[in-house]
């Protein structure tokens, strides 16, 4: 107890004591105990009383309930306050009936009982709704703010608690009032709960011609690419097998229901990009809810005979989109395919390095190593992702124009397919030709524009981004001039 409450406390204690000796006083106000007077001592004796029982319950709240709800951050239910201050005031009443009336308290309890007896068939209802909010509040299963789903698929947000039902707001805005029966009566979902993740779901079912595994990748590529998916958590799962297609359910983690909307928009859409831009049919698209624990291990392998061709690739990439369609394919000849399964390492920060290389399929994470001059020395030799990269990125640029270290670790965050360039296979072609090398150059300086700025938002350091571009400039150099 601190130094505020203990004074609190310390005051209600004089004032309960002031209180009591006025009450021992006042029994000397008549001294015949019978007549008007009398009476008027039976009130006054009872008024103070009741101002006891007020001063117990300030005290009480003041010095103990706000205390304790300041120190966990945390409301104590409205019905556990208005059960404290009831029990006070009913052994207030007791009191007043048997001290100051000289009344038995069994007249008091015959009297609550008949009356009471009429009072609880009338209200058993509101009784029951009454004592299931207490339990439902002692449990701490809901609480204000959090989003339930009924058996039936209605799911609102708690707003508002009392002593016999919940107020819930559906996304839509629409109010609804539940009961404290109602809630424990059925089978509820907290989808607030920190133990029970929330993950959306939407499901795409593709033809039969398409692989499997090939389809998982393609889907886990987009759903990760999505915005507003929580921490990247992201599962694929082949579903079931159907006589139009495969049906795959993509499951990704919903920060809070709120957004489940917005978010399941934005997983749709990058769904339908990236499989047009792979020329995959989605024969059925459908989303909805789904609150699980998705098993990684429910995926199983299968052949992946068809990928991303080499030309596909290169043209996503837009490396060489400032050159002719006969330049572009014959480069993409010359590049070699690699497969690497998800958690792999592709490439080391500090190997020595001289490919480059584009992502067909897949997403790769980025991860740097905090460098030893960091002004923060619990990061030093620390590593972090820093960005991820899909179909259509590429990396490696660096190591292949100068042949330096490379600066990030690479890793396949999920099943990758690599187009890998050689240094020598990029200076053939700047032998046949000059200009090739400046419209590389061009098309290879504005994609690291563009992720230098995506990696500012991590790494937030704007010097290191603007130098990055000299020496990108540099490396060119250096690379013409070998």
């Known amino acids: 107890m601190g130094k505020q409450q203990l004074k609190i406390f310390a005051v209600g204690i004089l004032l309960v004591a002031a209180l009591g000796f006025l009450y021992c006083w006042s029994d000397a106000i008549s001294p015949r105990n019978t ?27 003041l010095s103990f309930i706000s205390p304790l709800e300041k120190r966990h951050q945390k409301q104590v239910p409205s019905v556990i306050k208005y059960l404290i201050g009831a029990v006070i005031l009913a052994i207030a009443a007791i009191f007043i009936v048997t001290n100051v009336y000289d009344q038995s308290a069994l007249i008091l309890f015959i009297g609550l009982g008949t009356s009471g007896v009429g009072i609880l068939y009338v209200a058993q209802d509101s009784l029951k709704d009454l004592f299931r909010g207490i339990a439902i509040a002692f449990q701490g299963i809901y609480k204000v703010g ?147 624990n998705v098993d990684a291990d429910a995926v199983k392998k299968f052949n992946d005979a068809y990928v991303t061709d080499e030309l596909s690739a290169l043209k996503f990439s837009g490396l060489l989109k400032n050159c002719t369609q006969e330049v572009q394919k014959q480069f993409a000849k010359d590049m070699q395919k690699l497969v690497f399964s998800a958690g792999k390492t592709i490439c080391a920060q500090g190997e020595a390095g001289d490919t480059m290389y584009i992502i067909a399929e897949g997403v790769v994470n980025v991860i740097v190593k905090v460098s030893a001059d960091d002004k923060d ?83 937030k350091n704007s010097s290191k981004r603007d130098s990055s571009i000299s020496e990108l400039m540099s490396a060119f150099r250096i690379f013409l001039g070998g």
């Open 35 to 61: 007549g008007t007077y009398f009476d008027y001592e039976k009130l006054a004796r009872s008024a103070i009383v009741i101002a006891i029982a007020i001063a117990i319950i300030r005290m009480v709240f």
């Open 146 to 292: 959090d989003w339930i789903k009924f058996p039936d698929g209605t799911v609102g947000q708690i707003t508002k608690t009392n002593l016999t039902r919940m107020e819930l707001t559906q996304v839509d805005s629409t109010v609804l009032y539940v009961t404290n029966s109602m809630v424990t009566n059925q089978a509820m979902v907290n989808l607030s709960r920190p133990d029970t993740p929330f993950y959306g779901e939407v499901k795409v079912m593709l033809e039969h011609d398409v692989s499997v595994e090939r389809a998982r990748r393609m889907l886990l590529t987009a759903t990760i690419n999505a915005h507003g998916i929580a921490d990247k958590d992201v599962s694929v799962v082949a579903e079931s097998v159907q006589l139009n297609g495969i049906i795959f359910a993509a499951y990704f983690k919903v920060p809070d229901y709120a957004e489940l909307i917005s978010v399941k928009h934005n997983v749709i859409s990058s769904i339908v990009e990236h499989l047009h831009r792979h020329d995959l049919k989605v024969c059925e698209l459908s989303g909805q809810y789904n609150i699980m």
């Open 377 to 459: 020395e619990s990061k030093k030799g620390a590593a972090e992702v820093v960005t991820t990269l899909s179909d259509g990125d590429y990396f490696g640029e660096m190591a292949l124009l100068c042949g330096d270290k490379r600066n990030a670790t690479i890793v396949a965050k999920t099943n990758v397919v690599l187009y890998e360039i050689s240094r020598n296979t990029v200076k053939a072609y700047i032998e046949k030709s000059q200009d090739f090398a400046k419209k590389l150059s061009t098309a290879i300086v504005e994609r690291n524009r563009s992720n230098q700025m995506k990696r500012s938002e991590a790494l």
